[in-house]
């Protein structure tokens, strides 16, 4: 019976057949008039019949209905048309209400098939979206970590100073992981003992003063040895040097790298922070070591400068001796004045406002200046006398088998020598102030004489300069 009742149910039908039956329904309504004018008009006399009238109204019963489904037809494509065009405009999200299975009702399907695509690939350009994003992040950072491993690389290359160098390398190093402390532990020469050389971010004031001894698990378990240290949640030490570790360091995950010289430990290289369920990164291990390595190159060379130092006897702006000869050759000379009871002076020069000169004309002509009084200096003395450069503007001299008096007289003929040298120029005049110091009655060790005599020149700056004191 539903079936029947179905197929006789326009709702079941397509709209070209919906249109048929509209038209032929509203095709009704001529033939009606016609009869209905021929009835009235051409059969007035035969009179008024029933059928007639029912005709009349049947007609327009038919053509009303007709009506109503023409536009109920045109009333869903329009809606179907307006839905379109919100969709169109980017509402998404909207959905057809199908209600019939003909044309309309598979055209209400199509579009709510499309959208329901459309949303979909939306959603996933967002995902995607967001991973390009956390992808061009992660780039970004390393990029500057690469950048500052370049530029650690190129204060290594330029010779910077070694602390210098290794603040810096810290300092970069605590962007890996977004960590919130990063630490150098150095073990000295002759020392077991890790102490802490470089501490950057948080704690700094507490762990630049920690120190993890040979008697320490930690020391023994985690740090001296010639494997990485990872603490985090995924890796767990000891339960003890668990405990031990965060007493010690007061940080809850830890990545330390150690940096080790003809393979024994050196130093350790550690990045931290106190984060809940935490884990370090395979690129954050790696790129910890790179900067290790880079620590390792500036601590290597730093030894070889040393001991470059400690051969070189000469400076190589003048030409003299150097701060580390003329100390070991004045020890030796007090040494040979104390066996054969003879006199050993020594006498600190230092040029008079240099700095001021520097910042006036320059390096180069600074230089200038140096070279001119070292060869002033060479000019003055007994070839069994010892001249050299001991710092940036002051030079020393040793003068053995003189006493106080005698090493007055030599360093106040200098002191003329080089204020007639750079007299004529008045814009420039250089002058000389210095200091004597004598053995034994100054001292008896080369450092006691060094300390007088420098004493000795800070009088003489007070109390007027371009002089000599030797009390």
Do not use: W
Request: aromatic fraction near 6%; include cysteine.
């Amino acid at each position: 019976m539903e079936k029947k009742i179905d197929r006789l149910s326009l709702n079941s039908r397509t709209i070209k057949q919906k249109l048929m039956i509209a038209f032929q329904l509203m095709s009704i309504l001529p033939f009606l008039v016609c009869v209905y004018l021929v009835s009235n008009y051409i059969l007035p006399k035969i009179g008024l019949k029933f059928d007639i009238v029912v005709s009349l109204a049947v007609s327009i019963f038919v053509a009303l209905v007709g009506l109503l489904v023409i536009k109920e037809v045109f009333d869903r494509l329009t809606s179907v048309a307006n839905q379109a065009k919100s969709i169109a405009a980017g509402d998404i999200n909207r959905r057809l209400e199908v209600e019939d299975d003909d044309e309309v009702g598979e055209l209400g399907n199509v579009l709510n098939q499309l959208t329901q695509r459309i949303r979909g690939n939306m959603n996933e350009l967002e995902r995607y979206s967001e991973k390009t994003t956390e992808i061009n992040l992660e780039i970004q950072k390393k990029i500057i970590i690469l950048s500052n491993l370049m530029q650690v690389s190129s204060l290594i290359s330029q010779g910077e100073k070694f602390d210098e160098i290794l603040r810096i390398a810290v300092e970069k190093s605590r962007l890996l992981a977004n960590s919130e402390t990063a630490f150098l532990l150095f073990k000295e020469e002759m020392k077991e003992s890790f102490s802490m050389k470089v501490v950057a971010g948080v704690n700094a004031d507490y762990l630049e003063k920690l120190e993890v001894g040979p008697k320490e698990d930690i020391y023994n378990k985690a740090l001296n040895l010639n494997k990485l240290l990872v603490l985090d949640r995924q890796n767990l030490l000891s339960e003890n040097l668990t405990v031990d570790f965060l007493a010690k360091f007061q940080m809850k995950n830890c990545l330390a790298m150690p940096i080790y010289l003809k393979d024994r430990v050196k130093a350790v290289l550690g990045i931290a922070n106190n984060r809940e369920n935490f884990s370090y990164s395979k690129d954050d291990i790696e790129l910890l070591e790179i900067f290790s390595k880079q620590i390792a190159i500036a601590i290597e060379n730093d030894i070889l400068a040393h001991r470059v130092e400690k051969l070189e006897i000469k400076d190589l702006l003048t030409g003299l001796y150097n701060k580390v000869f003329i100390a070991s050759r004045l020890q030796e000379e007090i040494k040979r004045s104390i066996i054969y009871q003879r006199p050993c002076a020594f006498v600190v020069f230092d040029i008079d406002n240099f700095k001021n000169y520097r910042e006036k004309f320059g390096l180069i002509n600074a230089e200038v200046v140096l070279k001119k009084i070292a060869v002033l200096i060479q000019n003055s003395i007994t070839e069994v006398d010892r001249v050299g450069r001991t710092d940036s503007d002051e030079f020393s001299l040793i003068l053995p088998e003189r006493n106080k008096r005698q090493a007055l007289e030599t360093a106040e003929d200098i002191r003329k020598q080089v204020q007639d040298a750079f007299s004529k120029d008045h814009d420039s005049c250089i002058t000389f102030s210095a200091g004597v110091s004598e053995n034994p009655l100054d001292g008896v060790e080369a450092e006691q004489l060094i300390a007088k005599a420098r004493e000795l020149l800070k009088k003489a700056k007070i109390n007027g300069k371009n002089q000599v004191a030797i009390f």
